[in-house]
């Protein structure tokens, strides 16, 4: 079964340096997004992206988050001055087209971001 | 913006026993819920869904129910094993082609054996 893929699985990162976060969608899908997921606590939207834009953004997703698609297969977000507070994990997930019967978002192993 | 709320925030029960998580939210245009199972360090999954035109929905062991007066949905877990112990993420959204996802915090399921 097709998977979403996140390099690296570990990123450890001092406080205001760019990280680059990294993710390959499954083949077929054309919807993209974000999520971050604190220590403990439950996951958040970050961005959505679609047609090579930003579809939806939340709060979270300030001027320090960008997301990009590269090429035809990755899928990444960039932050540009991290925080000690950006630490968490980040999961990346893709959906497949509008016209589908199946609403599923699927999920990537995640990156563990740890900010010192 | 939507809001969930998911209870209980843990959840012990015996092997074979019955599991229920309850889960409100607040924007009555949501349309798509679904669960999430999460085990210790892994991606979340998805276990089921339902979306607003039915009210229940069952998938062998795991059921899904539907209240969109009351806005509120519930998972079911009958005959509980211990490999069904995770968190389980209820979230809601407004599904239009795609959907932004707004998960509850978890509830973590411990099954004994």
């Known amino acids: 079964e097709p998977e979403v893929t996140q390099t690296p699985s570990h990123q450890v990162t001092q406080m205001g340096q760019e990280v680059i976060l990294r993710c390959v969608p499954i083949s077929n899908h054309l919807y993209f997004y974000w999520y971050r997921q604190i220590l403990g606590q439950k996951v958040e939207f970050l961005v959505s992206f679609y047609n090579n834009e930003i579809s939806e953004k939340s709060e979270i997703f300030d001027d320090q988050f960008s997301v990009e698609r590269p090429d035809g297969s990755n899928f990444t977000l960039k932050i540009r001055s991290t925080k000690l507070e950006d630490s968490a994990m980040y999961f990346c997930?893709?959906?497949?087209?509008?016209?589908?019967?199946?609403?599923?978002?699927?999920f990537g192993p995640g990156t563990r971001l740890t900010v010192t | 913006g939507e809001n969930v709320e998911q209870h209980p925030s843990t959840l012990s029960v015996q092997e074979g026993d019955s599991a229920v998580i309850k889960c409100t939210y607040s924007?009555?245009?949501?349309?798509?819920f679904p669960w999430y199972k999460q085990e210790l360090g892994k991606r979340p999954q998805l276990i089921i869904d339902?979306?607003?035109?039915?009210g229940e929905k069952k998938d062998q062991r795991i059921a899904v129910t539907l209240n969109k007066t009351a806005k509120h949905f519930s998972l079911h877990i009958t005959e509980t094993q211990p490999e069904d112990s995770a968190v389980y993420f209820c979230a809601a959204s407004i599904f239009s082609g795609y959907s932004t996802l707004t998960f509850g915090k978890g509830t973590m399921l411990l099954v004994s054996p």
């Open positions: 924007d009555s245009a949501s349309n798509y």
């Open positions: 339902i979306r607003s035109n039915v």
């Open positions: 997930a893709s959906s497949e087209a509008r016209d589908t019967l199946s609403y599923e978002q699927y």
